[in-house]
Structure formats: C-alpha cells, structure tokens
C-alpha cells in the first residue's frame, strides 16, 4: 500500500519525487497531477471524474499537499 493523504476527496500520494518514481517503476500505471482548477471539474464532468478516480497514482501539482482531510 502506498502512502496518500486525502485532499479535497482524493487521495494523494504521500512521499517525495524518488518514491513516486519508484513506485511507477515498479507497478507501471496511470499517474495524474491534477490542478487546483480540477476540483470544479470533478464534480461537473463524470468521466473526467472517472478518470482522475481510477489513476494509479495521484500526486499534487502545488502546494495543495499541505492540506490535510479538506472535503468538498
């Protein structure tokens, strides 16, 4: 299992830049970064919603990660 935190409703990757690539490496997948921007989105657009859900790995584009159980 990976390390993530819940931001907004989704779960984050939780680690640096060497363990995200690590983890790819290892699992392969489908990585998304989305942007502050894509919240609206997300509630809008059920595909892209889909999409965002169903990553293999999502990492924060900002600082966003500083955020902790914020939901929306």
């Given at each position: 299992?990976?390390?993530?935190?819940?931001?907004?409703g989704?779960?984050?990757?939780?680690?640096?830049?060497?363990?995200?690539?690590a983890?790819?490496?290892?699992?392969?997948?489908?990585?998304?970064?989305?942007?502050?921007?894509?919240?609206?989105?997300?509630?809008?657009?059920?595909?892209?919603?889909?999409?965002?859900?169903?990553?293999?790995?999502?990492?924060a584009?900002?600082?966003?990660?500083?955020?902790?159980?914020?939901?929306?």
């Amino acid at each position: 299992m990976i390390p993530t935190r819940r931001i907004l409703g989704l779960r984050f990757f939780n680690g640096d830049v060497d363990e995200a690539v690590a983890f790819m490496h290892r699992h392969g997948g489908y990585v998304v970064a989305p942007s502050g921007t894509c919240f609206t989105r997300l509630r809008e657009d059920e595909p892209y919603r889909g999409a965002i859900l169903s990553a293999d790995l999502a990492i924060a584009d900002s600082g966003l990660h500083a955020a902790e159980d914020i939901h929306f």
